[in-house]
């Protein structure tokens, strides 16, 4: 795998509204899927062009303003941790450095540059691989309704955040407009079948606990995150987006404090935003003004910071 390293990005100051890409244009590409962030461009026979842009969707609507730097904070990331974790299992990346990207690839490399990968085209699992080691969120509605987390009973008495007392594995459905929905175990066993489950459930929480205990030297705890799988030539491979702040719960280990929401370095800050003007969550998906979209992409760039010890370039 191999990363560009040349060119120190611009500062979220110093950026305009034309830095941000909020939709992708090669018209002599064949669109092979567009989703909340993602372009996907198919490149031959079995190659395929990731290309993240800066859109940035809250309550499953995309929204009118993009986030400055966010599509190469999750490109960035995912390569670090597909680098990361090599030893414990194979990615579909075959290399995000543009100059070796294929010659119709060419014209485009300043839209391209920072921001996209070339990856082998994979058979997908239809289930997205959970792994979370304290409770929020979805899970955290789920354990007070009904003490357990997709068929997995927890101890009584549980906080929002507290730590669990080991890892555990929720699998869901993927969804192609609104929430995933959570499954038990049992459930994507009969989806996949009992030994690829077994496979994709051992792989997420060694995955899990390999980057929750490297991001806990970072001063970051990891509180949950999600993976997708395909099948290539390699066998069993990691794809798509890993361990960034739009698929996992980032929180500053300096500021947790179990029993309640956490600061994260995630978009919860939108959010939060979206919540405080009381918009109603129906089309058309509000505009953010200029404070939060720089907040927002400054909290996006220092994940990044944090996580690699290393300033944002490409």
Same mark, same amino acid.
């Given at each position: ?20 890409l909020?939709?992708?244009? %090669? ?36 929204l ?13 990331t ?5 680098e ?20 119709e ?11 996209s990968?070339?990856?082998?085209r ?40 507290d ?6 594995f ?56 999600? %993976?997708? %799988? ?9 794809a ?9 719960? %980032?929180?500053?280990?300096d ?49 990044y ?10």
């Amino acid at each position: 795998m191999c990363v560009d390293s040349s060119t120190t990005i611009p500062t979220v100051n110093t950026l305009t509204p034309q830095d941000t890409l909020l939709k992708t244009n %090669f018209p002599d590409l064949e669109l092979f899927a567009s989703g909340k962030v993602r372009d996907i461009y198919r490149v031959g026979e079995d190659r395929l062009l990731f290309v993240a842009t800066d859109r940035i969707s809250a309550f499953d609507y995309v929204l009118a303003s993009g986030i400055p730097l966010k599509g190469t904070v999750l490109t960035q990331t995912s390569l670090f941790w597909f680098e990361f974790l090599k030893g414990v299992v194979s990615n579909h990346v075959v290399t995000a450095k543009v100059d070796d990207y294929p010659a119709e690839l060419q014209k485009y490399r300043t839209q391209l540059r920072g921001r996209s990968m070339l990856v082998a085209r994979a058979q997908m699992f239809p289930v997205e691989c959970v792994a979370r080691g304290y409770i929020s969120g979805s899970a955290w509605k789920e354990y007070k309704a009904s003490g357990s987390v997709s068929g997995i009973k927890l101890p009584a008495g549980l906080r929002e955040s507290d730590k669990l007392p080991e890892p555990i594995f929720t699998p869901a459905t993927k969804a192609t407009t609104g929430h995933d929905e959570n499954i038990s175990f049992e459930q994507m066993q009969e989806i996949l079948g009992a030994d690829v489950s077994t496979k994709l459930r051992d792989l997420t929480l060694n995955i899990y606990s390999s980057a929750r205990d490297y991001a806990a030297g970072r001063g970051i705890i990891i509180a949950d995150t999600k %993976f997708e %799988f395909g099948q290539t030539e390699k066998g069993i491979v990691l794809a798509d987006e890993v361990l960034t702040p739009d698929s996992s719960r %980032f929180w500053p280990a300096d500021q947790y404090k179990p029993g309640a929401t956490q600061e994260s370095f995630d978009k919860q800050y939108v959010r939060d935003y979206l919540e405080e003007i009381h918009w109603n969550k129906l089309p058309p998906a509000p505009a953010l003004p200029p404070q939060v979209v720089a907040k927002t992409s400054e909290k996006y760039v220092d994940a990044y910071r944090k996580l690699t010890g290393s300033e944002l370039s490409f």
